[in-house]
């Protein structure tokens, strides 16, 4: 097999502005320098012509273009415009009343761009090794998946009267395979230099997928499972692989409590058990989080605290409902790592089911809450209504295929990829495609 090529939404526009830093083909066409497209008559307007795609194409393998002013960090505090550099095709397409660049080129050169802005620089070569390994895989599972949907939008919000159950998969594009921005990955082409350590862990797993009964494996990963792995259904669509069970993230703890039930969530979160992730040693976290310095490290186990009117304010923002004050939060269903997968709110106002574990994040923080494997406790209680709301929880993300801080302490503890990789993907393969 060759390898596959990736198709990246850069940015979109009604003109965009960009650079062949070398020289580019357009069929018998041969461009150079600057150059400038409009969006008109809903086709594309270049060099005094009408298109209805554009298709530039490099000559060698190193020539380059650049895009001015892509956006970066959308709708983040930190979003801002810059001129960016990429290798590989460029594609202009026409989408609704704009355009759209397209980068087009091989999935090891993307990845390395990836992996490289994503990961941080003190990360070991093992662990780099594994995340190279489960990009490949999910990439590739994304493309096949966006091909087998062929277009077709595929559920992922189901409301009735008392319920609304939502989920975020990636599955929204439609002409190209994932976007340069934190929805998938950010990815900003050559503009940042590579990390050697990186290049030298693709280049160790070239060609290198998970794969389960032939197939390939939609290989998911987060910051700390908190002790548990989730399962797919919990937080995706109501579909579950055999590669991502519930399993502890340990080599000696074995049994799980059934952490669907209140009972035992509740004991689980409250405790501290043995786990790979259940660590706070400084030089593993800083190989995970990029941004060590700002962020805490509570994240094994933690607490929020909101007062009444924070939280009751919060979710009106969050929701779009106005639920009154808060009377409760009621745990309706967990997955296996503990996580909810459904809360009920009660208010004075109104009762509301949500789910799946993001929407409950999203609604019950600011940015996003660590992770649904919480539980409440309510405090001052006056008249029923509850002064004070604390949410005492467990991991950080969702939890599902591979535990990025675990992960990072099994590299420091000497196991290799492979056994990194097979430890949070049991039973899957470690398989070269090309
Ligand atoms: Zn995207
Ligand atoms: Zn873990």
């Known amino acids: 097999m060759k390898e596959p090529s990736v198709t990246v939404g850069i940015m979109s526009g009604e003109t965009i502005r960009f650079v062949f830093n070398d020289t580019y083909t357009l069929g018998d066409l041969t461009v150079e320098g600057p150059q400038e497209a409009h969006i008109e008559q809903g086709r ?41 550099t990429f290798r590989g095709t460029l594609k202009l397409i026409v989408e609704g009343d704009r355009l759209t660049a397209i980068n087009e080129l091989g999935i090891e050169e993307y990845l390395l761009s990836v992996i490289s802005s994503e990961m941080s620089a003190t990360a070991s070569l093992e662990l780099l090794k594994s995340h190279a390994v489960i990009s490949r895989s999910w990439l590739l599972a994304q493309i096949q998946k966006n091909k087998a949907l062929a277009g077709k939008k595929p559920v992922s919000c189901i409301r009735t009267h008392d319920e609304l159950i939502r989920w975020y ?45 032939g197939q390939t494996c939609d290989a998911r990963f987060s910051k700390c499972c908190g002790g548990v792995m989730e399962r797919f259904s919990s937080c995706w669509e109501n579909i579950d692989y055999p590669y991502l069970e519930a399993l502890r993230d340990s080599r000696h703890e074995h049994d799980i409590p059934d952490l669907r039930v209140e009972e035992n969530a509740r004991r689980w979160i409250c405790s501290s058990p043995e786990a790979f992730c259940n660590t706070t040693d400084k030089q593993i976290l800083s190989q995970v989080l990029n941004n060590y310095d700002q962020e805490t490290t509570d994240f094994y186990r933690w607490s929020v605290a909101y007062t009444q009117q924070e939280l009751a304010s919060l979710i009106r923002e969050k929701s779009g409902i ?113």
């Open 44 to 84: 594309i307007g270049w060099n005094g012509q009408l298109y209805d795609q554009l298709v530039f194409t490099p000559q060698h393998s190193n020539d380059s273009f650049c895009l001015k002013g892509v956006t970066i960090g959308v709708k983040f505090h930190w979003e801002r415009q810059e001129d960016q």
């Open 169 to 213: 998969d990636r599955e929204d594009h439609d002409h190209f395979d994932v976007c340069a921005d934190d929805h998938c990955q950010r990815y900003q082409g050559i503009t940042r230099e590579s990390t050697p350590l990186v290049a030298q862990a693709i280049k160790a797993t070239r060609g290198e997928i998970l794969t389960y009964d």
């Open 322 to 434: 106005d639920f009154g004050e808060i009377i409760n939060l009621v745990p309706v269903e967990r997955g296996p790592s503990g996580r909810l997968i459904r809360l009920q709110i009660q208010g004075t106002r109104q009762t509301l089911t949500i789910g799946k574990e993001l929407e409950i994040r999203r609604t019950l923080s600011p940015s996003h809450l660590y992770s649904s494997a919480f539980v409440v406790e309510r405090e001052e209680i006056a008249d029923g209504i509850p002064r004070r709301f604390v949410l005492r929880g467990a991991g950080w993300g969702h939890g599902v295929g591979l535990c990025q801080i675990g992960a990072a302490v099994m590299g420091e503890q000497g196991y290799d990829y492979r056994h990194i990789l097979l430890h949070y993907f049991a039973g899957a393969t470690i398989e070269k495609l090309y």
